[in-house]
């Protein structure tokens, strides 16, 4: 079992910067790929980012490309999402994911809670 909780997120204006957090506990965390996805009412969950076990690949959507950053620290058990020049339309529920397998869909083995971030206009 690997429990994830997701910390960082709140209310910002459009244009500023946000940086999630989420903090592994359980099974070794470096033997996992991390994603974040991130969810509104009524759509279905959106990919956002991943990254490799080692932090060597990443990935990201198209609609979060040059302005997302997503990052591991392996000793800390911790991925992050640096978030700059936000948009009201990136305004989600944001989840953290562990996985075996990297994927663009939502087939993660473990999800966290979720942090809501808002964007302000």
């Known amino acids: 079992q690997v429990q994830l909780v997701e910390s960082g997120g709140g209310l910002v204006q459009a244009g500023g910067s946000l940086r999630l957090s989420c903090a592994a506990s359980g099974r070794t965390f470096s033997s996992y790929v991390m994603g974040w996805f991130r969810q509104t009412p009524g759509k279905e969950r959106e990919f956002v980012s991943l990254i490799s076990r080692i932090g060597d690949i990443t990935y990201y959507a198209d609609s979060v490309k040059g302005r997302f950053t997503i990052s591991r620290d392996n000793a800390k058990n911790t991925v992050f999402l640096q978030m700059n020049s936000l948009k009201p339309e990136d305004t989600a529920v944001y989840v953290c994911?562990?996985?075996?397998?990297?994927?663009?869909?939502?087939?993660?083995?473990?999800w966290g809670q979720g942090t809501q971030v808002t964007v302000s206009s």
């Open positions: 994911a562990a996985g075996a397998v990297a994927r663009m869909t939502p087939h993660y083995d473990y």
